[in-house]
């Protein structure tokens, strides 16, 4: 895995159809990530974008991967393109945002519960969603 040949460079690459507008930097990324097989981390993103490696800057580039979803998955290594994941890297992705999913949904769910102990105390109310 690696750099692709130079003679597959000018990848003629379209985003997912999703219905949303995608910024310019998040188009930038699903192209450097498609004519790319590896992982490229935020760091080497960053540099490659004339950014400065910082945690702001990996925010960035944090959100255009949210932005290019469903091309782009994540994980340790850094990012990755759809196309060029393994069964295995897909599989991880996507228990890891499950799992994610999980956490956060019950941790909003115990919040819920929580204010609203803390309301019937005070004699308010409020309504879920």
């Known amino acids: 895995m690696?750099?692709?040949?130079?003679?597959?460079?000018?990848?003629?690459?379209k985003p997912a159809q999703t219905g949303r507008q995608t910024?310019?930097?998040?188009?930038?990324?699903?192209?450097?990530?498609?004519?790319?097989?590896?992982w490229l981390s935020a760091n080497e993103l960053c540099q490659q974008r004339g950014l400065p490696a910082t945690e702001t800057a990996r925010r960035f580039v944090r959100a255009w991967a949210a932005e290019a979803e469903p091309d782009v998955i994540s994980g340790?290594?850094?990012y990755k393109h759809l196309r060029h994941a393994t069964l295995e890297e897909l599989?991880?992705?996507?228990?890891?945002?499950?799992s994610q999913a999980r956490k956060m949904t019950q941790r909003a769910e115990n919040v819920r519960r929580r204010w609203h102990a803390l309301a019937g105390a005070a004699g308010r109310s409020v309504s879920a969603k």
């Not at 750099?3 to 690459?13: G, H, K, V």
């Not at 930097?25 to 004519?35: D, E, H, Q, T």
């Not at 599989?91 to 499950?98: D, I, L, Y």
């Open 91 to 98: 599989c991880h992705f996507v228990n890891a945002m499950e």
């Open 23 to 38: 910024s310019e930097p998040a188009v930038w990324l699903l192209g450097r990530l498609a004519n790319f097989s590896g």
């Open 76 to 78: 340790q290594p850094g």
């Open 2 to 13: 690696g750099a692709i040949a130079p003679e597959q460079a000018e990848l003629n690459f």
